[in-house]
């Protein structure tokens, strides 16, 4: 046994001495890992990877060889700068929030855990920017910013937790992306590391380029880490609302909701936020502690409006109105903190409301052109219920952006491929209605069996000579996006 | 583990994640093993029989604090700390980790109150005179020799008050060690025309038990459900979050444990007066097993508003402090670097004198060592809430 960790596994100081003499590219992996990170952490015991075998996706299970807590951002390049040696394939996580299968180790190979890169290093309220390194979760950086008056806005739900580096590789967006876009509206500049242990600053701070064509960050925002590690942003900021307020409507059917949903998008003013809830999603709502006191057996509409005081609470009465007009039950509206914060909460926890239901969970993350809401919707409803597969809708209604989840018990044998066989059929009627495989999650693994669904066999070629350009083995995060994408060692 | 427990009690994780971000000790390493779906993981994997018994599992089982801020944070309702407590007396009963030494014989005197009293007796002198110097022992006055069911009778005849009638827990440590709690909280109740009750037959809540993993909390848990079920009360009290949210357990179905503090808010109690002038600033800690194990909002405003001091809550009320029952004694260095990171807004604080108030005893000592051991330079005082409404010594 050779020293893992320091606390719990040591050798006596006479084979220390022996084992020392031995060339290090002769050690097992812990010991050359641990050679490139002195000050961070190694794990490679089978009990200190089983938490790393799956990301927000809890049913799919890869296990890494090791995986690797670098001390700081330092630390992180140093590691790349010997991983092209170790001969295996690299796979960066942020806080494995992600919903695709992005960060885990499906060829195995290590995994390096950000979570200890969390400072953040400047804010520059007057510029409306900041710099913070990749491993900074969002809700962290919204309690820091907000002294400073400014905000960053993409919101994804896993926002206490999730961070900078998983939102820039999967170029996340939220609730407000409705009004405000995703992160790539965000993102100043990137600082990258390649795996020659080469760092690369892709734009900057404002008025900063830094040295590659600015434009060439957008290479890196929704790479998925197949190309590069992060180490830190310059994020783009606006100044918070002055005011929010946030409503609460309810609607008997889907076509009432669908109404309801097109009139807001359409009117001069539309809202920041539309959000879906369906039947099932506000009963689990109401059976677990985020519970709000939401009429059960309804379709649940959450809509935000934000902006200077004196506009905002003159925009209250017209949404109000489109809100009723549509045919709502009923309509509730706040600009008190502690229930808009409540209402949020309970939206944002969806993902998680599922485990009162099902074990394992498959969501989907398409986006199709809003006149096809209700359709698409429908035959979600009704391929689940034929092949006796519970759906749950919670999704971002103002953009399109579905998440049909397929709960299902990925103990029982043909459940999950009857899941996929509803995936399959939904992904081509929503290409069919001009729609697209993902709005803000990413492929990952979960969805690189779609790809050809949406594109060619030119466009797949050349989109995959781009992370064939930074490393041309596919050592970055192998088997994501692109099925073809095998690490060769 | 338990080659039986079915998986299923692990399986409503939907490995969302949401635990990660109000989980001590994975703030504190960044290590996923090290949080509440990580540990869930582990413990699954080795149900399911896919992972061998593992000393890291055992490792990563130890470091957890108990705090609970997990259930409150997850949305698919995982019992982790039913879970976790289970586990952990697996690991304890089958050797696969052990409690320090000191611990395991407390675990067994608090089996036996009149025994673990009598051990504690010269504690009670050493903070009687004044002259407890360790650190967790945070000052204060306690009768050395009067039990709080004396005194309680003694009030009630006294004051012969005519509303609620309760049963009052007096727990273990807080009737042993800080015994002047116990009498501040008769006082206060009598004083708001509470009947006090106190069972002589009322034992260890068990929190004990669940903190270090020995010992059959279902046995004490037995003796508390013959010593509170019968009575004849409007509710069941406790005085410290901890004992209150055990004992609360031990009595399901069918009955039910308040804090002292959240039925005092239902009556209104009666309101303190200070001095014009008085410049005391108060910081209000909310006892985790308070807000995320017997699930309630926190300590009641009206409550705090009676206590007649300035008072706010304290950054990150309801994070851990560390103390976790006996987390603190038994991984004090994580204890300690949680205790940093909450404690430091001390040092700045308005408020001559600054207070630093919650309503737990394990929670007390764990903020009085903040100043001992030199997180705190400034001078501070650590005291329960309900002390804070205390009519005084002179009450009769």
């Not at chain 1, 820091?144 to 961070?163: A, E, M, N, R």
């Not at chain 1, 996929?420 to 969805?447: A, F, P, W």
């Not at chain 2, 990660?20 to 993981?41: F, H, I, M, Q, W």
Request: neutral net charge.
């Amino acid at each position: 046994m050779f020293h893992l960790d320091g606390k719990l596994i040591d050798l006596p100081p006479r084979s220390r001495y022996w084992y020392d003499l031995i060339p290090l590219s002769l050690k097992p992996l812990a010991a050359r890992l641990s050679a490139l990170l002195p000050r961070g952490r190694v794990l490679t015991s089978a009990a200190q990877l089983a938490a790393y075998g799956a990301d927000g996706l809890g049913y799919k299970n890869y296990l890494p060889d090791a995986v690797v807590l670098p001390a700081d951002a330092e630390e992180l390049v140093r590691f790349m700068r010997g991983t092209k040696s170790l001969g295996l394939p690299v796979v960066m996580r942020g806080a494995g929030t992600s919903l695709s299968g992005g960060p885990v180790a499906v060829q195995g190979g290590i995994i390096v855990h950000t979570s200890a890169l969390r400072a953040v290093r400047e804010i520059n309220a007057e510029g409306f920017w900041c710099e913070v390194e990749s491993g900074v979760t969002l809700n962290d950086l919204d309690a820091i910013l907000k002294p400073h008056g400014v905000f960053y806005p993409p919101d994804p739900s896993s926002g206490p937790v999730c961070t900078l580096g998983g939102n820039v590789a999967s170029n996340a967006g939220g609730a407000h992306c409705f009004r405000y876009g995703v992160t790539s509206n965000y993102i100043l500049g990137v600082e990258a590391v390649l795996l020659d242990g080469s760092v690369h600053r892709f734009g900057g701070p404002a008025g900063g380029r830094g040295p590659w064509r600015e434009d060439w960050k957008r290479f890196m925002i929704g790479s998925e880490g197949t190309l590069a590690a992060f180490t830190r942003f310059w994020l783009r900021l606006l100044p918070l609302p002055e005011k929010v307020w946030t409503f609460r409507a309810t609607y008997p059917d889907l076509r009432t909701t669908e109404s309801a949903i097109h009139a807001l998008v359409a009117h001069s003013s539309y809202p920041a936020a539309i959000e879906m809830l369906d039947p099932r999603g506000v009963a689990m709502v109401e059976s677990s502690q985020m519970a709000c006191g939401l009429p059960e057996g309804s379709f649940l509409l959450l809509v935000e409006i934000d902006g200077p005081a004196a506009l905002v609470d003159a925009r209250v009465a017209p949404v109000s109105e489109i809100l009723r007009q549509a045919g709502a039950l009923d309509v509730m509206f706040s600009e008190e903190d502690t229930i808009r914060k409540k209402l949020w909460k309970a939206r944002k926890a969806a993902g998680g409301l599922l485990g009162q239901l099902s074990p394992s969970y498959v969501v989907q993350d398409a986006v199709i052109p809003k006149r096809a809401l209700a359709e698409v919707l429908q035959l979600v409803y009704d391929e689940a219920d034929a092949a006796g597969i519970r759906a749950v809708n919670v999704f971002h209604a103002g953009d399109g952006n579905l998440h049909p989840n397929f709960l299902f018990d990925s103990r029982l044998p043909g459940d999950l491929e009857k899941v996929e066989r509803i995936s399959k059929r939904l992904m081509e009627r929503v290409i069919e209605v001009g729609g697209t495989l993902s709005g803000e999650h990413g492929i990952g693994n979960d969805k690189s069996g779609y790809m050809p669904l949406v594109f060619g066999p030119d466009s797949m070629r050349l989109q995959l000579a781009v992370p064939a350009a930074f490393n041309p083995a596919h050592q970055m995060n192998p088997l994501k996006v692109f099925d073809c994408r095998r690490f060769a060692s | 583990m338990d080659p039986e427990a079915p998986s299923s009690h692990f399986s409503n994780c939907t490995h969302c994640g949401f635990c990660l971000a109000v989980c001590p000790t994975y703030k504190l390493t960044g290590d996923e093993n090290n949080s509440p779906r990580g540990r869930l993981r582990l413990w699954s994997e080795e149900a399911a029989g896919r992972l061998p018994p593992d000393k890291w599992t055992d490792f990563y089982t130890e470091e957890c604090v108990g705090c609970l801020a997990c259930e409150t944070a997850c949305p698919a309702t995982v019992p982790y700390g039913e879970i976790f407590e289970r586990i952990r007396h697996q690991h304890v009963v089958s050797h696969r980790s052990q409690p320090k030494m000191a611990l395991r014989l407390a675990a067994a005197a608090v089996a036996i109150p009149s025994l673990f009293n009598l051990a504690l007796l010269p504690g009670r002198i050493l903070r009687q005179t004044g002259l407890s110097f360790h650190r967790f022992l945070f000052p204060g006055r306690p009768p050395v020799l009067k039990s709080s069911a004396a005194y309680a009778a003694e009030l009630m005849s006294q004051r012969r008050p005519t509303g609620p009638r309760v049963a009052f827990l007096t727990g273990c440590l807080m009737e042993a060690m800080f015994r002047e709690i116990n009498f501040a909280t008769i006082r206060v109740l009598i004083e708001n025309n509470v009947q006090v009750l106190i069972p002589l037959d009322q034992g260890c809540c068990g929190a004990f038990q669940e903190h270090t993993g020995l010992g059959d909390p279902e046995a004490l848990g037995a003796r508390n459900r013959r010593a509170f079920s019968s009575l004849d009360v409007d509710a069941v009290v406790s005085n410290s979050s901890g004992c209150g949210y055990a004992l609360g357990k031990s009595l399901k179905p069918g009955g039910s444990v308040r804090d002292v503090l959240g039925f005092l808010g239902d009556l209104g109690p009666v309101r303190r007066e200070r001095a014009p002038g008085d410049a005391t600033r108060v910081y209000v800690d909310l006892p985790c097993h308070l807000v995320h194990g017997q699930k309630t909002p926190g300590i009641p405003a009206q409550v705090l508003d009676a206590t007649g001091y300035r008072w706010e809550l304290a950054p990150n009320s309801r994070d851990c402090c560390g103390s976790g029952g006996v987390y603190n004694i038994q991984k004090p260095e994580n204890a300690r670097a949680i205790l940093a990171a909450k404690s430091a807004f001390l040092n700045e604080a308005e408020g001559q004198p600054v207070v630093l108030a919650t309503s737990n005893h394990v929670c007390m000592m764990q903020w009085h060592s903040a100043g001992a051991t030199g997180l705190v330079k400034r001078a501070y005082e650590v005291r329960h809430v309900i002390q804070l409404l205390d009519p005084g010594a002179d009450f009769s």
